[in-house]
């Protein structure tokens, strides 16, 4: 059972970066693959990016990448989004997530753990 508590939402001004974190805790998180996904009012959850157990690789939503970094800290148990010229429409909340599989995950069916999200308001 891993649980995870994401931290570093909030509002800020188009253009503005923020850097949202992910801890872990009660698993094995060093062995999984993490997400970060995202849900607007009225919309489905979406994929943002994710990145292997052992940080070799990483994959971006085609509609945010060359804004984003996804990174982790395994002897920490931390997992981290850099969003960058962050826009409106970026406005959601963003989950973090757990996976057995390698590779690129974009289904949210692939995710086993799943932390309770937070708010991230971009502002015009």
């Known amino acids: 059972q891993v649980q995870l508590v994401e931290s570093g939402g909030g509002s800020v001004q188009a253009g503005g970066s923020l850097r949202l974190s992910c801890a872990a805790s009660?698993?094995?998180?060093?062995?999984?693959?993490m997400g970060w996904f995202r849900q607007a009012p009225g919309k489905e959850r979406e994929f943002v990016a994710n990145?292997?157990?052992?940080?070799?690789?990483?994959y971006y939503a085609d509609s945010m990448k060359g804004r984003l970094a996804i990174s982790r800290d395994n002897a920490k148990n931390l997992g981290y989004l850099q969003m960058n010229d962050l826009k409106p429409e970026d406005t959601a909340v963003y989950y973090c997530a757990c996976t057995r599989q390698y590779g690129r995950v974009w289904n949210p069916d692939g995710y086993d753990y799943w932390g309770q999200g937070t708010q991230v308001t971009v502002s015009s």
């Open positions: 009660g698993g094995t998180f060093s062995r999984r693959g």
């Open positions: 990145i292997t157990w052992n940080g070799d690789r990483t």
